[in-house]
């Protein structure tokens, strides 16, 4: 969709990237680090200053403790160690069970270890989750779950039922979850975000993932980082010693400093609710009907009262016709399945949201 975007000129909502710039303060620390000679690798889990520093944000933020020593690795961006943990549990005829619309890089990974996929396919407009269908997915092969809240593509939050559920059907297992929260820190409406680290219960079979590029809005970097307890993470560095080995130094120890010169709060609930709120605003205005959005900076749309055709037909008239990109959701099925939604990233700066919106009002 960014290359169609690209090619008519279109203004790409599509991608989930913002178009804005990064705080220059960030990249005045990335420079001096070069400057001083922090140029070659980093230890293997990442260095120890920003471990310790991720071990703080979480403590903070969740008020549970992941050791900087032996829990805590660094990654190359939130993909790598979802890949890393998938390659840790997955053995050929595993089985993993994910929620769809989902992230397009899990099923992928989960089928190149030899795993199997079962889909739970959420449904708009509230892309709840049946818990009793789940149960009924789970069988003695099942190895893993794959959760993500805030939710891409749907914006949709983990609630208190919903981690009741994954207690009740892990409890008693040798299920593993990967929790993908690069989205945690981008929650709406004060309500809390349920990691997975404040469930003990769920905490001793859970890999955390998470990325700077969400919250220094660099997604060209591509770093992030893994939680899990020791036994996991001793599994988790074995395959990602080879993988990867060392993560980009200098930006690694820039990160480490801006963190703790914002006092390891970046304030994006309020920075991205207010984009939120002004995006949702000018849709309004507009023929589609807007679904909730509780986190990430995803924006779902339905157009069941504008037209019939297939959500990827429409998104390519967007593009060619009305110069919008926006990605239809139901490439994030495995099975293509159409609720007739597109996805729209406001991570953008007011005047791109704006001129898009201009356009979108003319359907
Ligand atoms: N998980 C989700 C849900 C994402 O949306 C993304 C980025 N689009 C990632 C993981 C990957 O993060 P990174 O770019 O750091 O690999």
Not at 230 to 244: A, P, S, T, W
Request: hydrophobic share 40%; aromatic share 12%.
């Amino acid at each position: 969709m960014t290359a169609l975007a690209v090619k008519h000129n279109a203004i790409n909502l599509s991608q989930g990237f913002p178009d804005f710039d990064i705080d220059t303060e960030l990249i005045k620390m990335v420079n001096k680090e070069m400057k001083d000679g922090n140029n070659q690798y980093a230890p293997m889990p990442g260095i120890l200053r920003l471990r310790h520093t991720v071990s703080k944000l979480i403590e903070n933020n969740y008020n549970s403790f992941y050791s900087p020593e032996d829990e805590i690795t660094i990654t190359a961006g939130g993909t790598q160690a979802i890949y890393t943990a998938i390659a840790t549990i997955i053995k050929p005829n595993d089985e993993a069970i994910i929620f769809e619309p989902a992230y397009d890089c899990y099923t992928p990974i989960v089928k190149a270890f030899g795993g199997l996929v079962k889909a739970f396919e959420m449904q708009p407009p509230f892309f709840d989750i049946d818990w009793d269908m789940v149960k009924k997915m789970v069988t003695s092969n099942t190895k893993l779950i794959i959760i993500n809240s805030p939710q891409n593509p749907t914006g949709r939050l983990l609630k208190h039922q919903d981690i009741e559920q994954l207690k009740i059907i892990t409890k008693n297992t040798d299920i593993f979850i990967i929790s993908d929260e690069v989205y945690g820190q981008i929650v709406f409406d004060n309500q809390e975000h349920l990691s997975l680290s404040k469930f003990p219960e769920l905490k001793e079979r859970t890999f955390i993932t998470a990325s700077f590029g969400k919250i220094l809005h660099c997604t060209g970097w591509k770093v992030g980082y893994c939680l899990a307890p020791q036994n996991l993470m001793k599994e988790f560095r074995k395959i990602h010693q080879f993988l990867v080995f060392s993560v980009n130094t200098p930006i690694q120890f820039a990160i480490d400093s801006y963190l703790n010169k914002n006092n390891l709060n970046l304030k994006l609930p309020e920075f991205y609710q207010k984009k939120r709120d002004f995006f949702r605003t000018l849709l309004k205005q507009t023929r589609f009907t807007l679904l909730k959005c509780e986190g990430s900076y995803f924006q779902n749309l339905s157009y069941q009262n504008i037209s019939d055709e297939k959500d990827v037909e429409l998104a390519m008239r967007l593009i060619k016709d009305f110069k919008v990109a926006c990605i239809p959701n139901s490439s994030f099925y495995s099975k293509n399945t159409d609720f007739k939604t597109l996805r729209f990233c406001f991570a953008k700066k007011e005047e791109t949201l704006q001129k898009a919106v201009e356009n979108l009002m003319k359907i």
